[in-house]
């Protein structure tokens, strides 16, 4: 094993020990020994890397939680290399999206991320059946509604397309987690409608794709004993929120003349675009906030829908956000696209190009 696989190996740990974790002490419990089995080995793991180094390991759970509020690159020991010094495990005690990403195991790429969890169950439960409509229901609804209190939840799985999935939906929305309450109550954001967490100078947003410019507007103020649940960390972060671009460009590209569908087979992908003639294009769309790391979980696309061109698409925020992502995302995939004839294009690369082909078709 080299010392970058351990690095991965430790982080992973750490990542996926600090998302368990948060999901416990959210429901009400204190974090208390034994710790999530991910946390202590990546305690162990770490503490030997640091004695390694001659340098002072962490004194303890709490304190390793505080290296993990710094960015990778200023910690004792440096795990990871430059290209993921900028990443912050936790924010106002909660998990960050790059904390989430790390928390995938190593050898998953990111569509299966789920497989084993709630994700797969629904995809399942609409396959056996045959109803796609429902599987687009579910999208859909994680998408728009990241916050639901325990009425509105019953009222959307009344849906004839969502009553099958009643099950999964439940587990897919946890109780609002202690970092949010304010007294008797949480705040919504106006903007991404995920909720807000308590910080020194008042409740802010924490979604890195929220649209808002400036601080954070408050939406609706919902009393804690309405039961108001939140979409699950990983599910917001790999489903929701490239879903916001997944239906931006679905409507976008449906401007162009051609016909945009939405996870066809199940999620085979995620758009798939049909031009007159009857070519069709198919889109998978990432928001992850390091190319790097993006990089390293790309493969193939899927043939059922068969395609004649397809592309990953960057989300426009997370390109927006860090220098250079689409040229490191693009020099740092090419390998493992080798021979796959998938393409890396930007959001509105895309646009255009379907709106070039759409109009030779014409
Ligand atoms: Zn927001």
Request: include cysteine.
């Amino acid at each position: 094993m080299t010392a970058g696989d351990d690095d991965q190996r430790i982080l992973f740990l750490l990542a996926s020990g600090i998302v368990a974790a948060h999901d416990e002490v959210s429901t009400g419990a204190a974090l208390r020994v034994p710790y999530p089995p991910a946390l202590q080995r990546a305690l162990d793991r770490l503490t030997l890397r640091c004695l390694q180094e001659d340098v002072s390991p962490p004194a303890g759970l709490a304190e390793l939680l505080r290296w993990c509020e710094e960015p990778l690159g200023s910690w004792p020991v440096r795990l990871g290399g430059e290209d993921v010094a900028g990443d912050v495990l936790v924010d106002l005690g909660m998990p960050t999206r790059a904390c989430h990403e790390w928390a995938l195991p190593s050898d998953d790429v990111e569509g299966e991320l789920f497989e084993n969890a709630v994700i797969a169950d629904v995809r399942r439960i609409c396959r056996a059946a045959g109803k796609p409509q429902s599987y687009v229901a579910f999208r859909r609804l994680v998408i728009s509604e990241p916050v639901l209190t325990e009425f509105e939840l019953h009222e959307n799985l009344m849906d004839p397309d969502l009553t099958i999935l009643s099950e999964p939906v439940k587990r897919c929305y946890l109780p609002a987690p202690l970092e949010c309450y304010l007294g008797d109550h949480v705040l919504q954001c106006a903007d991404c409608k995920n909720l807000l967490v308590n910080a020194p100078d008042g409740p802010i947003c924490l979604d890195d794709r929220c649209p808002r410019l400036g601080p954070p507007r408050q939406g609706r103020s919902l009393p804690i004993v309405q039961g108001v649940r939140w979409i699950a960390g990983p599910v917001r972060t790999f489903v929701s929120s490239p879903g916001r671009a997944e239906l931006r460009l679905a409507e976008d590209l449906s401007k162009c003349g051609v016909t945009v569908d939405l996870w066809p087979n199940f999620d085979a992908y995620d758009l798939k675009i049909t031009f007159t003639n009857g070519e069709v294009w198919a889109v998978d769309v990432k928001d992850w906030s390091n190319p790097v790391r993006l990089a390293q979980r790309l493969g193939p696309i899927p043939r059922d829908p068969q395609w004649e061109q397809a592309f990953y698409v960057p989300a426009r925020d997370a390109v927006a956000a860090a220098p250079g992502y689409l040229t490191t995302l693009r020099a740092r995939s090419r390998g493992v696209l080798r021979g796959t004839g998938v393409q890396v294009i930007s959001e509105r690369g895309l646009v255009r190009k379907v709106r070039q082909r759409a109009g030779n078709d014409a």
